[in-house]
Nanobody, 126 residues
């Protein structure tokens, strides 16, 4: 069965960096678009970034644009989220997601994705 497993979360200071890998198994990774979402305490899950199957096209939420970078290595079945200049408001559980669905949208809503990882906690503290 399909498994997505995030790692790399933890406690980091404001202005610091973290890299979150998400390892996928049980699917033909290169046939799936991948995305990152997050859920902060008391808030709804929100879109962070998405990358197409080849890795050539990316979309970011305005709140992370210029600070976060999504990338993928199809040979390693892994998608990454590089997070720089972290802010307190980036504190959340981060989830990676996969989809082979066709969407007329931009793959920025969670309904576009059908596989999810369990999430990894990122805490940004002063």
């Amino acid at each position: 069965q399909v498994q997505l497993v995030e790692s790399g979360g933890g406690l980091v200071q404001i202005g610091g960096s973290l890299r979150l890998p998400c390892a996928a198994s049980g699917l033909t990774f290169s046939a799936y678009r991948m995305g990152w979402f997050r859920r902060a305490p008391g808030k709804e899950r929100e879109f962070v970034a998405t990358i197409n199957k080849s890795g050539r096209t990316t979309v970011y939420a305005d709140s992370v644009k210029g600070r976060f970078t999504i990338s993928r290595d199809n040979a390693l079945n892994t998608v990454y989220l590089q997070m720089n200049s972290l802010k307190h408001e980036d504190t959340a559980v981060y989830y990676c997601a996969a989809t082979a669905r066709f969407s007329l949208g931009t793959y920025t809503i969670h309904e576009d994705y059908n596989y999810w990882g369990p999430g990894t906690q990122v805490t940004v503290s002063s």
